[in-house]
């Protein structure tokens, strides 16, 4: 395991890299969701194959990665993830992105597609929720803080069952230990997104993963989005919600094995 500081713009962020370290080896990097840090792929990096090189990182405003003033732009966050794939000297890896990691995933593909030879779009979509929803939201968290949206968060986030598991103070924490600000300048990124036209343009090996209880990005409409690109995959997992690399990550590592060897990423 190897940490590493990016900087970006006067912007400090903080990467991983497990596995591999080699830049010749297949690479897998993941972009988490807004409220999470890198540490929400805890469960999933053990789990993939020996002969990768994995790489994660904290979104601004996010984890140990530095809290710029808001609102962020999707610009800037897609410009980070190719700062951090830069400064890895990545090629071709697959991208693997959850919600706001997700829309991450499309824009890189558009913008470096140097970069990704093929993507996971977990629990996304080419755009998420409307300007007001996000208003309000960015409202909430700077005038009463994280803490004030934790419960209605974990319930777009969990099944039921999971909301009843010790499990969840961990996730919980994550998710109030987010600065407001970071948290606020990420809900305007995505506020301020609709990839539906240059996500349409893709032409990349794609797999969509929905959960069946996910309360932020239903299944249809993280289908509607992957269906934009000919030819993609599309996996239900049923009885979870919008993190289901928490709530079932040997179910969710299988799922990426199976689509890394469809791709044959293990082997170029
Ligand atoms: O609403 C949530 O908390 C879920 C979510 C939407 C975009 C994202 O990254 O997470």
């Not at 934790?150 to 909301?163: C, E, H, I, N, Y």
């Not at 606020?184 to 893709?202: E, N, Q, R």
């Not at 469809?262 to 082997?267: E, Q």
Request: with cysteine.
């Amino acid at each position: 395991m190897r940490d590493m500081k990016i900087e970006r713009d006067g912007v400090t962020l903080h990467a991983r890299l497990d596995g591999v370290d080699d830049t010749n080896a297949p690479t897998l990097v993941f972009a988490n969701s807004l409220g999470t840090t890198l540490h929400m792929w805890d469960g999933i990096v053990p789990l993939l194959p020996d002969g990768l090189r994995i790489i994660r990182y904290d979104k601004r405003g996010h984890g140990q990665s530095d809290v710029p003033d808001g609102p962020y732009t999707m610009g800037a966050l897609v410009s980070d993830a190719a700062a951090v794939c830069d400064a890895f000297t990545v090629k071709d890896a697959l991208f693997v992105g959850l919600s706001v990691g997700g829309m991450i995933a499309q824009g890189l593909a558009v913008k470096r597609p140097d970069l990704i030879r093929a993507m996971v779009l977990s629990n996304t979509a080419a755009k998420i929720g409307n300007g007001p929803m996000w208003q309000d939201r960015i409202d909430a968290v700077l005038d009463k803080g994280l803490s004030s949206l934790a419960d209605v968060t974990m319930q777009r986030w969990f099944s039921r069952d999971f909301l009843m598991s010790p499990q969840l103070k961990h996730w919980r924490d994550m998710l109030t230990s987010t600065p407001p600000a970071g948290y606020a300048g990420v809900c305007a990124a995505i506020a301020g997104t609709d990839f539906y036209t240059p996500t349409s343009g893709l032409r990349i090996p794609t797999l969509g993963i929905a959960g069946s209880e996910d309360g932020a990005t239903p299944p249809d409409l993280v289908r509607e989005t992957v269906d934009l690109i000919p030819g993609s995959q599309f996996s239900l997992m049923r009885r979870v919600g919008h993190l289901p690399c928490a709530e079932a990550p040997d179910a969710y590592a299988k799922i990426l094995i199976d689509f890394i060897a469809a791709t044959g990423h293990m082997t170029t």
